[in-house]
């Protein structure tokens, strides 16, 4: 199946930085990207619907201006946390749908996520 | 709104138990998708179903096995014969047409298989 994957893996930072997490698709275009987050022992929330070409939907309770998305081109999709506070410690996932004809069966490709620690 | 619901917050069962986890779903769209996940300790999320709202057929993967049934919005996975690798938390999830394609997750069902 298609490939998503997300860099870094695992970030520690100090509160008050900003961190970039990068979700690419690898052999597939994604027009749409899904941004999740998932609090230790939690469910995962959508957080952003991301799409290319234009601004980002959020969900409500979820501060755009704090979690800033940019979805630059078709395989890429970048989520920056501002001023990392440590409530923002999570497990940050992102998801494509696939494209063209298999869209119809609504696949979802989800990358292996990125954990990020604030301290 | 679209709503999963699972119940079960944790499932401890010994080897070769069989175990069901349960899901249960609130949707309003005709057709729409349902998932199950697993989720080691790593954290990815390991696809094993997709079902559309028009396939009720049961399917059975191995030791795993489906039971969908619209009349009850439910969509419950059995485990046959668990493992110790069986071993994670596992998500129900619910996706809508075209235009709302990202999931809605439950809860998690966190099973502990012992040896």
């Known amino acids: 199946g298609a490939v998503v994957s997300q860099h870094p893996s695992w970030v520690i930072c100090k509160s008050g930085t900003s961190v970039k997490i990068e979700c690419r698709s690898l052999?597939?275009?994604?027009?749409?990207m899904f941004w999740y987050r998932q609090f230790p022992k939690q469910s995962l929330m959508l957080m952003a619907t991301s799409n290319e070409g234009s601004k980002a939907t959020y969900e409500q309770g979820v501060e755009k201006d704090k979690f800033l998305i940019n979805h630059a081109s078709l395989t890429l999709s970048t989520l920056t946390v501002t001023s990392a506070h440590p409530e923002d410690s999570s497990f940050y996932i992102c998801?494509?749908?696939?494209?063209?004809?298999?869209?119809?069966?609504?696949?979802?490709?989800f990358g292996p996520g990125t954990r990020l620690t604030v301290l | 709104a679209q709503k999963v619901t699972q119940a079960q917050t944790e499932i401890s069962v010994v080897e070769k138990e069989d175990v069901t986890l349960d899901c249960v779903y609130e949707t309003r769209d005709t057709t729409y998708y349902l998932f199950w996940y697993k989720q080691p300790p790593s954290g990815e999320l390991v696809f094993l179903i997709r079902?559309?709202?028009?396939?009720?057929q049961n399917e059975i993967s191995g030791r795993y096995s489906w039971n969908f049934q619209k009349s009850t919005s439910s969509f419950n996975f059995t485990i046959t014969a668990s493992q110790v690798v069986d071993s994670a938390v596992y998500f129900c999830a619910l996706s809508g047409e075209r235009g709302r394609r990202a999931l809605t997750f439950g809860s998690g069902t966190r099973l502990q298989v012992q040896p």
């Open positions: 052999d597939f275009q994604a027009t749409t």
């Open positions: 079902r559309n709202s028009f396939d009720e």
């Open positions: 998801s494509a749908p696939s494209s063209g004809r298999a869209s119809s069966y609504n696949e979802q490709f």
